[in-house]
């Protein structure tokens, strides 16, 4: 079967940094994504990471570890605007583009 | 260019009743997909298709299909609707060669 855990809930206050953890464990692997969803809206494309290391792109940065199944998304100089859900997923073939999600982190940044 | 778009945005059907919802990806893009996103269970893969080819299948029933037309429009079908059904139906497309998926608004689908 295919498992990919992300906390439910975070909180954090404006000007923070924020960590965001994603585990997984499935039968094939061939890419991790994060996507935000605000409420309401679709899925936004915030990063990709294929081979083990950090990617980073302007405040936000992911990371992983092929050999631990371990991902994480870190956010830094929080602002309102990225109270959202995080969502972590994995490509599972090397053809085609269908993705494992995990069920999303709830961040809430307060002021 | 224009993103992905979903119509219709809202539909709200009965128990039995069938529902086909279509999906127009970004221009230039050959793959799309499909998935179903509920609150207990967050989202999931419904299928993909590519060149008017399944190319992958979610774990879904039957009652669950799609389509890919020559100019990679695509529609989903659902037969038979359940409860269970009312969901956030979600498109996304991305290129051939390219693995970043772009999602459409969605349909949102009541059950009644």
């Known amino acids: 079967g295919q498992n990919i855990d992300q906390p439910t809930e975070m909180t954090a206050t404006e000007g923070a940094i924020v960590q965001i953890n994603c585990t997984y464990q499935?039968?094939?692997?061939?890419?991790l994504f994060w996507y935000q969803q605000h409420a309401g809206e679709a899925p936004t494309f915030l990063s990709y990471?294929?081979?083990?290391g950090l990617e980073e792109k302007g405040r936000f940065s992911s990371f992983l570890s092929r050999s631990k199944g371990y991902s994480y998304l870190l956010l830094k100089e929080l602002q309102m605007k990225d109270s959202a859900s995080y969502l972590c997923a994995v490509k599972l073939h090397q053809a085609g583009t269908a993705l494992i999600f995990g069920k999303g982190t709830t961040l809430s940044v307060s002021s | 260019k224009a993103g992905v778009t979903q119509t219709p945005r809202y539909l709200i059907k009965t128990r039995g009743q069938q529902v086909t919802l279509s999906c127009s990806p970004i221009s230039g893009h050959r793959s799309v997909s499909w998935y179903q996103q509920t609150p207990g269970q967050g989202l999931q893969f419904l299928f993909e298709?590519?060149?008017?080819?399944?190319?992958n299948k979610g774990n879904f029933p039957g009652r669950f299909s799609g389509r890919q037309f020559s100019n990679s429009r695509s529609e989903m079908n659902v037969s038979t609707l359940e409860l269970g059904d009312s969901a956030l139906y979600l498109c996304?497309?991305?290129?051939?060669?390219?693995?970043?998926?772009?999602f459409g608004p969605g349909t949102r689908l009541t059950v009644l």
């Open positions: 996304a497309s991305s290129l051939e060669t390219e693995d970043t998926q772009y």
């Open positions: 499935t039968s094939g692997f061939n890419g």
């Open positions: 298709y590519f060149s008017e080819t399944q190319r």
């Open positions: 990471n294929v081979l083990d």
